[in-house]
């Protein structure tokens, strides 16, 4: 009687870890790291006791994260330097984590809707505060009275509500994944409910989240965060009729050029992407800046020399192959500020080469797959909010990245260890 007591409890404990790091996610990934070891131990725990430990090696999305932290581990071998590459390997010490913690998961739905509003929790919290924080910081109390000047006192050229100024400590571009996966979240609600009040409420936190992409001023995130929104839109009223579906889908396109033009980080980068494709010199240097990313896509081949393709040059010279081609090329910006790739793919071919980026491309695939043999609009999502970060971001250079990567997807894929019937959309 008190065994099977205890087992509730820690049972109990077990699926609120999930939820508490649900919700640390967009809050603080320090807190997150703290959950994980919470998390984990109520894992190892649950699978002492009935003896599902096997079950990883049966779980090919498991197996698919922990070899690809091998593969980065392997590649301390033929490293100059450890401790760069030690602490990269560190960082991605959640796809070994993460899969043992999800070991005892069982998706029913009642658990997934509760981790999904902690996160939707979290998420709301911090883009609450980064508004509140900003107002405050741009509101003054002068003799004249009150005064709103979102503009830092010495640097005039820099807003409160703008880019990282309005997100920190947070990366704009990764906070506003979170972002774009709460648009996800929200739009399944919306699909599900049909009373209009709760709809009504659904669509303007749906509306606060783009507001919240629009001052983080990520290009990336407001591109992706307008793209999820069109999709989910057409997931929503797809069998509403052509028409419907046509209006809809115009509106929303016509608002989401609207954001992508009045924003002034956004706007100004189209408008100098002609230029740097005509070869037209740029005056303006953080507009060069801006597109140093495509210069370090046209030469980073020259980093691998023989066939190191096909084994990278280590996660330890990861850097320092990188910032070698950077001043062979002069491409000056990327030199001074020791870049990454800015392209997951690119980063872990440099890596780990050709192995290292099949497994990374087989880990997105195998989503990919299940979500179209499944018609799970989540899963695909999110997946395609992954990649197309994945393409402009090296991601997983980052822990918060990682964890958010990689915590989700084990979540959505986790679904299909059961019956469709149990699944969650």
């Not at 070899?67 to 602490?87: E, K, M, Q």
């Not at 070994?96 to 939707?120: D, G, H, M, N, S």
């Not at 009040?197 to 995130?221: D, E, H, M, P, Q």
Request: aromatic content about 18%; some cysteine.
């Amino acid at each position: 009687m008190m065994k099977g007591k205890y087992k509730g409890i820690l049972n109990q404990l077990y699926y609120f870890s999930l939820c508490l790091l649900a919700f640390t996610i967009p809050v603080s990934y320090r807190i997150s790291l703290y959950v994980i070891g919470l998390a984990l131990v109520l894992s190892v725990w649950k699978v002492s006791i009935s003896g599902r430990l096997k079950m990883i090696f049966q779980k090919k999305v498991n197996l698919g994260f922990i070899l690809f932290w091998f593969i980065h581990a392997v590649s301390l071998i033929y490293s100059s330097d450890l401790n760069y590459g030690l602490n990269d390997v560190f960082q991605k010490l959640s796809m070994v984590l993460l899969p043992i913690i999800f070991l005892p998961f069982v998706p029913e739905a009642q658990v997934t809707e509760r981790i999904k509003k902690w996160f939707l929790t979290g998420l709301f919290g911090a883009s609450f505060f980064f508004l509140v924080r900003a107002l405050i910081l741009s509101t003054h109390f002068t003799p004249e009275g009150v005064t709103f000047k979102p503009n830092p006192s010495g640097v005039p050229w820099e807003n409160y509500f703008f880019y990282v100024r309005f997100v920190e400590p947070f990366h704009p571009t990764y906070f506003s994944m979170y972002l774009s996966l709460g648009i996800v979240f929200i739009a399944s609600y919306v699909k599900k409910i049909k009373e209009i009040k709760s709809r009504a409420l659904y669509y303007l936190a749906w509306i606060f989240l783009l507001v919240i992409v629009f001052f983080t001023s990520s290009r990336i995130g407001i591109l992706v965060s307008v793209l999820i929104s069109l999709i989910a839109t057409f997931w929503i009223i797809k069998r509403r009729g052509k028409l419907v579906v046509a209006v809809v889908l115009t509106f929303f396109t016509v608002v989401g050029g609207l954001i992508l033009h009045k924003n002034e980080r956004v706007g100004t980068s189209i408008n100098q992407l002609d230029e740097y494709f005509q070869g037209k010199e740029m005056e303006n240097e953080l507009a060069r800046n801006s597109f140093v990313r495509f210069d370090i896509w046209r030469n980073f081949t020259d980093v691998f020399q023989d066939n190191s393709i096909f084994t990278g040059v280590g996660v330890g010279d990861v850097k320092r192959a990188l910032v070698q081609v950077y001043e062979k090329k002069g491409i000056e910006s990327a030199y001074q500020n020791q870049l990454n790739a800015h392209n997951q793919f690119i980063q872990t071919l440099v890596a780990c080469g050709v192995l290292g980026l099949l497994i990374l491309l087989t880990i997105i695939g195998y989503a990919f797959w299940l979500a179209y043999k499944s018609r799970d609009w989540v899963l695909l999502l999110f997946m395609l909010i992954i990649s197309i970060n994945f393409m402009f971001e090296s991601v997983l250079e980052r822990v918060f990245g990682v964890i958010f990567f990689v915590f989700f997807h084990l979540f959505f894929t986790s679904n299909f260890m059961k019956e469709p019937k149990n699944r969650v959309d």
